[in-house]
């Protein structure tokens, strides 16, 4: 019922007082954002409960259990939320046509937020493992009722439908550290550990938009043409993130984690190994 009150009363709440347009643009902009969440994000943690399970008598394999899963969401979602917001202009006109061009603003914000969202999405079924329930409802009431409804409140008659977002965005950005904080103390894990695993991910995020966002902009009226713009802008930002995934592996010395079980994956272990040695 919580997390049902999260999700839906934004929508109770714009179509009541802003009508049904508002509704509508809210609503294509949240299935829009939400995508690396419920396409990247959701399959990973319908398979880890199991596992936490299995884990949860010996502190030390569920710590590594949970940093090896929030290590595989970073370097998915991460990029790709954060991908999402950087192409969201030419990807409405391309993909939804000019008529959606309000949704560009939410799409931005909420792609922002589905990123902070999909990095706590691991909270839960560690704390259920752990036998915690009470934690994550506590967590859930203290997040819907007394961060995300009273923003929604504010920001909705501040700044209208472009509110709703900022509510979602600032709530979950408020939430992640104190989730965080909540597993370093159950499973005795230091957040050192969990920011070992995240600054890869969000560095080479940061080249990537920088890369995207500074490279010489050309002016298309042609919609193919805006078609290979939009393609060659999510290649060459996930190029550019590649990279600056490696590179930095390459700096911290090639430790544990997602990038290396990828890498073992794609046969490209040894090689990266030797050029380091």
Known sequence: MIFFAYN?????????????HALGVYSISY??????????????????????????HDLLLIRQGFINVLSVIALCAIPAGVGIALVADSMVVVVLGEKWIETIPL??????SGVFVALQTNVGPLLMAMGR???????????VFFLFLPML????????????AESYLYSNLII?????????????????????VLWRPFLSVFLMVGSVMYRPDVMIDDIDMQLVNLFFDIVYGAFVY???????LW??????????????????????????D
């Open 133 to 143: 329930p009470q934690y994550l409802t506590f967590m859930a009431l203290f997040h």
């Open 176 to 196: 992640l550290p104190i989730n965080f904080f909540i597993v370093s103390r159950i499973i005795k894990l230091k957040i050192l550990s969990i920011l070992s």
């Open 153 to 164: 409140v504010f920001f909705l008659d501040k700044d209208g439908i472009k509110g709703v």
């Open 31 to 56: 299935e829009v954002a939400s995508l690396p969440t419920t396409e990247l994000v959701a399959p990973i943690n319908r398979a880890v409960l199991p596992g936490y399970s299995k884990m949860s």
């Open 107 to 112: 799409i931005q914000m909420l792609a922002i």
């Open 8 to 20: 839906r009363s934004a929508d109770f709440i714009i179509g009541k007082v802003l009508g049904s």
């Open 242 to 248: 590649s990279v600056g995934i490696l590179f930095f």
């Open 251 to 276: 700096m911290s010395k090639y430790p544990e984690g997602a990038e290396k079980f990828v890498m073992k994956k794609l046969k490209v272990n040894h090689y990266f190994r030797a050029q380091h």
